[in-house]
């Protein structure tokens, strides 16, 4: 079990590093562009778009399931709010395993376009990379992103959670935390 941890931990720490990076060099490729643009009315970026393209495909569908394993999907939740401690604990392990099929049926669409991608050969117009390098991302941020939820839908199983909904592998639901008064303190100016 320890290796297992080992491997989640190691794992996480990769996606949240391919985030960052990608994250960064969108940045950098877009400043990059304006400035050698427009400062020294220079082509020097001509590449900005495809890299920042890559960076971006990257960034969504590897950020796919580090939400998931955080519990930070945007939802809508006015009805789970309200609902009693069994009813979310049913609808949240109705709607991790739903998404997390969905996610495997997503990775496996995805996966046959970048099959198809690599049969046509076709390249990037600026860097003439082959353009399913861009695709490969796709699948395996849904294939992660599906194995999240799933794993979100066991924590709810454990033990762990018998008093606890768990929208992540570590993210308790906020309704289930002790409600307090916010105090003057509590609030950073």
């Not at 960052?20 to 082509?43: D, P, Q, Y």
């Not at 049969?119 to 992660?144: D, K, Q």
Request: net charge positive; no cysteine; proline share 2%.
């Amino acid at each position: 079990m320890k290796i297992l941890q080992w491997i989640d931990k190691a794992f996480m720490k990769l996606e949240e590093f391919i985030l960052s990076f990608s994250i960064i060099l969108i940045s950098f490729m877009i400043i990059g562009n304006v400035i050698a643009r427009e400062v020294f009315n220079s082509g020097a970026f001509y590449f900005a778009y495809e890299v920042s393209q890559f960076a971006i495909v990257i960034a969504t569908f590897m950020g796919i399931a580090y939400a998931a394993r955080k519990g930070r999907h945007i939802s809508m939740s006015a009805f789970y709010d309200f609902a009693p401690f069994k009813v979310r604990k049913v609808m949240m392990i109705i709607i991790n395993l739903v998404a997390g099929i969905f996610m495997f049926i997503l990775a496996y669409f995805s996966y046959s376009f970048v099959i198809f991608e690599y049969n046509t050969g076709a390249v990037t117009t600026s860097l003439e990379l082959p353009r399913y390098l861009m695709g490969i991302f796709i699948p395996i941020g849904f294939l992660s992103a599906g194995i999240q939820y799933l794993r979100n839908t066991y924590i709810n199983f454990t033990q762990k959670a018998k008093s606890t909904v768990y929208i992540g592998i570590d993210a308790p639901d906020y309704n289930d935390q002790k409600k307090r008064d916010v105090t003057l303190e509590d609030i950073n100016l």
